[in-house]
């Protein structure tokens, strides 16, 4: 009765949305107050000015970079900066209201909006898929698992892959289920046992999610978070939005086409910018959208099988460095896209970047930017794309070998070796018009 309930007030709720203006002033969660952001000493801002725009010019934007970046403390933004092309051909440069798919970073979104059906007493971590998938053929399997990645199902990405799927239809959650019930492809090990990274987890997740609030995902999330927290260009893109996405590149300045993965949401999908991801990270040092206690639960580590300071909550990622420093983090890589969310606990320093031109140097790039603010890894990078986002299939090159989507575009020449970039708050250097990127 209390799901029933619930779903009925976000169906009205959702209605309410749908029919009056601005959709955030009539959300559930109009009583969401946005921080206001710390003050930063005016030497101190000096200071960072000074480093961040000598750092992020040498390693990113003067290699070819397309995207956004941003940097804040205490929610004051240091550095913002803009690069690149949201279309190529048209030569549409990226902006701050750039909407860019930023991957794996989605499930810090998931982890949340899960724990908060926690803790409004409609689901439980310890509930088993069967109460949700009666009869999937995987027993022993719990929310909490799915969202650590200790379940050991299978990855989608491989096993519709290598199934018997048209690869000239579009892959959806039900489809990924229904998938799981009939070719029953073996899991990874038995529940509990490891972590091992598998996007299937949240795909169930998001279907767990529709069957207790009873309304879809992307409609969901918009109500729930992104309205309320005003990230007034982030979505959960979906197959009737394709023409929403901003496409993704190779290297090389080819677009990187869509194959029949792009249906799939929960691990994925969501579409945004550095500005509307530092409001989720701020929103994420209230107890506004979870309690303390839940909070911290998504932030504590779950595989503790080897010693490692890499680990995973429920829906992040986390470093846990030796001489007490902690990062709370997600990476995410699909396509050409490359997406990094970090922040910096005891500075409450946030770092974003999100690429739309596959580079792999954005991690790198990333984790060496950590010691500007405090003793992290001593400049030395101990991650890339390789196992931090865990997420997309093939490597810049090798998506030919695969079959399209229906409405797959043609390879399109590389960009002219001249790009447009955009420095907001916090830079101290112009841009050069006459400064060629690689």
Same mark, same amino acid.
Do not use: Q
């Given at each position: 009765?209390?799901?029933?309930?619930?779903?009925?007030?976000?169906?009205?709720?959702?209605?309410?949305?749908?029919?009056?203006?601005?959709?955030?002033?009539?959300?559930?969660d109009t009583a969401y107050k946005a921080p206001a952001p710390g003050a930063v000493p005016e030497k101190e801002m000096r200071h960072y000015k000074a480093v961040l725009s000598s750092y992020f010019d040498s390693m990113l934007l003067g290699r070819g970079f397309s995207g956004g970046i941003l940097v804040a403390k205490n929610g004051t933004i240091l550095y913002e900066s803009y690069a690149g092309f949201a279309d190529i051909a048209r030569k549409t440069p990226i902006t701050d209201t750039s909407s860019i798919h930023i991957a794996s970073t989605s499930k810090t979104f998931m982890g949340v909006a899960i724990l908060g059906l926690v803790q409004d007493s409609l689901l439980s971590l310890e509930d088993s898929i069967q109460k949700f998938f009666p009869a999937l053929p995987y027993p022993g399997v719990t929310v909490k698992m799915l969202l650590n990645h200790r379940s050991g199902m299978p990855n989608y990405l491989y096993f519709m892959s290598e199934g018997k799927w048209d690869k000239s239809k579009q892959v959806t959650n039900a489809d990924v289920l229904n998938a799981l019930y009939t070719e029953k492809p073996n899991r990874s090990f038995s529940p509990g046992r490891r972590f091992s990274y598998s996007n299937t987890n949240f795909v169930l997740l998001a279907l767990i999610m529709e069957k207790i609030t009873g309304i879809p995902y992307p409609q969901y999330m918009k109500v729930k978070y992104f309205d309320p927290l005003r990230m007034e260009h982030t979505f959960v893109c979906t197959l009737n939005e394709l023409d929403r996405m901003i496409p993704s590149f190779n290297y090389n300045g080819t677009i990187w086409d869509n194959d029949f993965l792009e249906g799939t949401y929960g691990d994925k999908n969501i579409y945004s910018t550095p500005r509307d991801l530092l409001k989720w990270d701020q929103a994420l040092y209230t107890e506004q959208l979870l309690k303390k206690a839940f909070l911290d639960s998504a932030f504590t580590p779950y595989s503790n099988d080897r010693p490692s300071v890499h680990n995973y909550g429920?829906?992040?990622?986390?470093?846990? =460095?030796?001489?007490? %420093?902690?990062? *709370?983090?997600?990476? $995410?890589?699909?396509?050409?896209?490359?997406?990094?969310?970090?922040? =910096?606990?005891?500075? %409450?320093?946030? *770092?974003?970047?999100? $690429?739309?031109k596959y580079n792999r140097n954005i991690y790198h790039t990333a984790n060496k930017s950590y010691d500007l603010f405090g003793n992290y890894l001593q400049g030395g990078g101990n991650e890339d794309d390789e196992n931090a986002p865990v997420e997309s299939k093939p490597a810049p090159g090798k998506n030919a070998a695969r079959k399209a989507a229906p409405k797959k575009e043609p390879a399109r020449k590389a960009a002219p070796s001249k790009k447009p970039i955009t420095k907001k708050a916090g830079t101290v250097k112009k841009a050069d018009p006459k400064k060629k990127t690689k």
């Open positions: 009765m209390k799901n029933i309930l619930y779903a009925l007030g976000m169906l009205a709720l959702l209605n309410s949305c749908n029919n009056t203006a601005p959709a955030a002033e009539n959300t559930a429920l829906g992040f990622r986390m470093l846990n =460095l030796k001489n007490g %420093k902690k990062v *709370i983090y997600h990476f $995410g890589r699909w396509h050409g896209c490359n997406a990094v969310f970090a922040r =910096l606990m005891d500075e %409450k320093a946030t *770092i974003i970047i999100l $690429g739309n």
